[in-house]
């Protein structure tokens, strides 16, 4: 099929029209993707098509037919590189295997497997790559920590860090340096209540990552904070806005140097929750905010002095 070429390709083209195709016209064949000179029969250029060669109608369809892989990342081991056998006994015409060819296929996945895990660091970071998937799960945590975290740790294997650790510690650390760096409110106690290390042991860990790697992490914002426990108590968007402001002027005197942010955000959305009538119980917004009792009560008591707020009657 010829197709001529468009207004605006003949303009884009008309001075090489002149010099290649004197006198004639250039058309496109689309069956051969060839620019061809109507006067002269000349093939004057040739183009690749770098469409696919198949259709999809349904997002099934299209990740069936696919035959890439996914995008490297930094959460797998191997970065993604390395091909995955099927589990599948059926081929790629649907017709299932036979005994012999299933055994063949199982000790091909088996070979596979073993050839991707040789090196002792490669088998550090598909143990510990899979931990910081355990820990990114249990605790909520969105991609882009994921993807940090784990750059985090393949910079403390490259540097030795790891040497003499355990990897779960290391992992948690680089995890709650992610959260720091990327301003997703996660506390440490929140992070060692899911891992076999102790609190002190993930802190000597993130200590030594910020010195070595030069991890550049801003102080916590109270703020950061104040969404998750909201959301976690079923309060409105008010409340929410409320606490901030009163976090807000509480920065501006001062009052928040030195505090926990966990707990002034509890303190703040306490407060803010007994004005607007949203009333809940200090001990449901510690157990959310994972402070104690006394630390909301301690907080929210400071803040209403420094800041002459009134509460109601509880």
């Not at 099929?1 to 303009?11: A, L, N």
């Not at 993707?33 to 369809?61: H, K, M, N």
């Amino acid at each position: 099929m010829h197709i001529p070429y468009s207004s605006e390709e003949k303009d884009i083209h008309s001075s090489e029209s002149e010099d290649i195709c004197p006198g004639g016209e250039i058309i496109y064949d689309a069956e051969t993707g060839e620019y061809i000179c109507s006067s002269t029969g000349e093939v004057l250029e040739r183009v690749i098509d770098e469409r696919q060669e198949w259709r999809a109608f349904t997002p099934e369809e299209r990740e069936k037919r696919s035959r890439v892989g996914g995008p490297l990342t930094s959460t797998v081991h191997d970065r993604g590189f390395a091909t995955a056998i099927d589990y599948s006994d059926k081929d790629a015409s649907g017709k299932k295997l036979s005994p012999r060819r299933r055994y063949e296929m199982q000790k091909l996945r088996r070979y596979q497997a073993r050839s991707r895990v040789q090196s002792s660091i490669e088998r550090n970071l598909a143990q510990a790559m899979n931990e910081l998937d355990r820990l990114a799960d249990l605790l909520h945590l969105p991609r882009n920590v994921r993807e940090e975290a784990a750059r985090i740790y393949r910079l403390s294997v490259d540097k030795g860090l790891v040497r003499g650790r355990s990897i779960e510690s290391v992992v948690a650390a680089a995890i709650y340096a992610a959260c720091r760096e990327l301003k997703v409110p996660r506390t440490l106690d929140e992070i060692a209540k899911h891992t076999k290390s102790n609190r002190k042991d993930i802190a000597r860990c993130y200590r030594l990552l910020l010195k070595e790697l030069e991890i550049k992490v801003k102080t916590s914002d109270p703020i950061d904070f104040i969404p998750r426990i909201a959301h976690a108590l079923n309060l409105s968007g008010a409340v929410m806005k409320k606490a901030a402001e009163i976090l807000n002027i509480a920065r501006e005197r001062g009052v928040t140097a030195g505090k926990d942010p966990a707990g002034l955000a509890a303190a703040a959305v306490y407060i803010a929750a007994l004005q607007l009538g949203e009333r809940r119980t200090q001990k449901e917004v510690a157990h959310v905010a994972g402070v104690t009792e006394v630390t909301v009560r301690n907080r929210y008591k400071e803040l209403a002095k420094e800041l002459g707020i009134e509460l109601p009657q509880q």
